[in-house]
């Protein structure tokens, strides 16, 4: 009788434990025998430099045997939250994000590793050491680092300037700006005359520019923290006959903007590889999906500047004959 | 009506105690929450130096010998890189910490170029003696990962703080003294460049300057 009991309660357990932990774990092989399923998350498909991101992780999980989805959060937790229920839902082996939110994020990527899913981070980061497999990041700071150097040097060391920042929520704004900031700020002659967010965002970013450059009409540079926004500060600039006046900096790498250095409208940007990122997350999840569990938790992945001088080296997103 | 009464009292006795154990709600401080937030909070001045003291320091002796890397270097970049050099994450580049002697050829407002070789009248490697920026001195000593870092601000201001100190502990001694012609012993951190042809002279960021 004693033992009937103890079944009895047992045996929800053991549901809850199998509904919670069994349905959404991968098989040890099935991935590789191309009959798994990656998702590949985006935080938003509307910016280019997003769609390469995207489109890589998916091509090369595709590579790989695995039937890939992307899904796009459109810069809304909520959406990127309401995408992992349905991946978690639908089997899916492991998930390539690129977070949405830097700590918003963390109980979306937490919910798929207590299911037993891996979370390859790609560009973005969570603000969490236990949460995702492992982050495949680019190294902002240090690119900013240079950029500024080089922003510096152009301007020689004195003028008026604006800065456009991205997501004030996302990691990558504030190591682009510090970065940025850890070399200009020390040049007593540069001045900071604005700096607004224009959240990564092109149309923003122009809207953004035109209002600053009515307060600001003398300003001799811009610097953006992303490309999508250098392109839409270089129209606002166009737009009022200032693009010769004003330099332009962005960062990304996007083909754009690269297109527009050689041209010697824009000043620089940094390039990001986005998809060497890509890439290295699909890897990876093929890898634990074939049972390796040994990750770096963070992949730096090296910046480079981009300039007038060495811009024939560039372009497709990343470096030629590499 | 007595039993009612008692009851009430019983019941509120026994409520009043089960939200003394587990009240709903507390009143703090507000002092001491910020006070608790700001214990938590990082700061990466106090990391570095603490960095510096106890780790960098005694790291230096392992620094590579400056001639022979570079004479890697150019010879064969990938087989030095995987002799003597260090990357962090994806990069064409590596980073190396380094330890010379060399004669002053050269003193400018931005650095001080060294000769290694005797009869060399250019600089090989150049120390810079004004602002120090980028990641260099943090990743070239291998001894801090980001991984350990729960937010990459972090682990980036760690760099800012250990440039600064490079500032402040070993640039103003090579800037006051330095002349062309003294002799310098060296340890400090370099990062070699993706491109095919390392820039010459090499940049070397200092950590330890000894005039002989």
């Known amino acids: 009788m004693k033992s009937n009991y103890c079944v009895a309660a047992l045996l929800p357990t053991v549901v809850v434990s199998v509904s919670l932990f069994g349905c959404g774990s991968p098989t040890g092989s099935g991935g590789g025998a191309g009959k798994g399923k990656i998702a590949v998350v985006i935080s938003t498909l509307n910016n280019p430099w997003f769609v390469v991101l995207g489109d890589a992780a998916k091509t090369r999980a595709t590579e790989l045997g695995y039937d890939a989805t992307v899904f796009d959060s459109q810069n809304d937790t909520a959406t990127e939250a309401s995408h992992f229920e349905n991946i978690l839902a639908g089997g899916y082996q492991a998930i390539l994000l690129n977070p949405t939110d830097s700590d918003g994020s963390i109980a979306n990527v937490r919910k798929a590793r207590q299911r037993g899913v ?149 000043q620089a ?24 569990r040994d990750f770096p938790q963070k992949v730096p992945v090296a910046v480079e500047l981009v300039t007038p001088d060495n811009v024939s080296q560039y372009g497709d ?3 030629k004959g590499h | 009506m007595m039993p009612r009464v008692l009851c009430l009292i019983v019941v509120l006795a026994g409520m009043s105690g089960l939200f003394w154990v587990c009240p709903l709600f507390r009143v703090v401080s507000l002092k001491k929450v910020e006070s608790a937030k700001a214990d938590a909070r990082f700061d990466p001045a106090e990391f570095a130096t603490k960095f510096w003291d106890d780790q960098l320091t005694a790291s230096l002796a392992q620094a590579s010998d400056a001639r022979e890397v570079l004479d890697a270097i150019d010879r064969d970049f990938p087989g030095a890189r995987n002799r003597f050099g260090r990357s962090v994450g994806i990069s064409d580049s590596f980073l190396v910490m380094l330890q010379g002697t060399g004669r002053v050829v050269e003193v400018n407002s931005k650095g001080v170029g060294l000769a290694l070789l005797d009869a060399a009248d250019a600089p090989d490697v150049v120390l810079p003696v004004t602002m120090i920026f980028g990641n260099t001195v943090r990743d070239a000593t291998g001894r801090l990962n980001v991984s350990d870092f729960p937010n990459s601000q972090d682990f980036n201001a760690v760099s800012t703080e250990l440039n600064r100190l490079v500032e402040a502990r070993v640039l103003p001694q090579l800037r006051d003294r330095v002349e062309v012609g003294q002799e310098i012993q060296f340890v400090g951190c370099a990062e070699i460049s993706h491109d095919t042809k390392r820039r010459k002279p090499q940049k070397i960021v200092p950590l330890r300057v000894e005039f002989r």
């Open chain 1, 118 to 266: 891996p979370v390859f981070c790609i560009d973005r980061e969570v603000n969490a050491r236990d949460v995702a497999t492992s982050q495949i990041l680019p190294d902002n700071y240090s690119g900013c680092v240079a950029l500024g150097e080089y922003f510096a040097e152009q301007l020689d060391g004195r003028g008026d300037y604006v800065e456009l920042l991205g997501l004030v929520s996302d990691n990558n704004t504030w190591n682009r700006s510090k970065g940025f900031h850890s070399v200009v700020d020390r040049f007593t002659d540069l001045k900071m005359v604005a700096q607004q967010s224009a959240d990564f965002d092109r149309g923003k970013a122009h809207d953004v520019m035109q209002s600053l450059l009515q307060a600001h009409p003398n300003v001799h540079a811009v610097f953006c923290c992303n490309d999508a926004m250098a392109m839409g500060a270089y129209q606002a600039l166009v737009a009022v006959g200032k693009e010769k006046q004003v330099k332009v900096f962005g960062f990304d790498g996007a083909d754009d903007v690269v297109k527009l250095i050689a041209e010697g409208k824009i």
């Open chain 1, 317 to 319: 997103y990343g470096k």
């Open chain 1, 269 to 292: 940007t940094g390039m990001q590889f986005p998809k060497t990122m890509a890439r290295t997350a699909a890897e990876y999840a093929d890898q634990w999906i074939k049972g390796n």
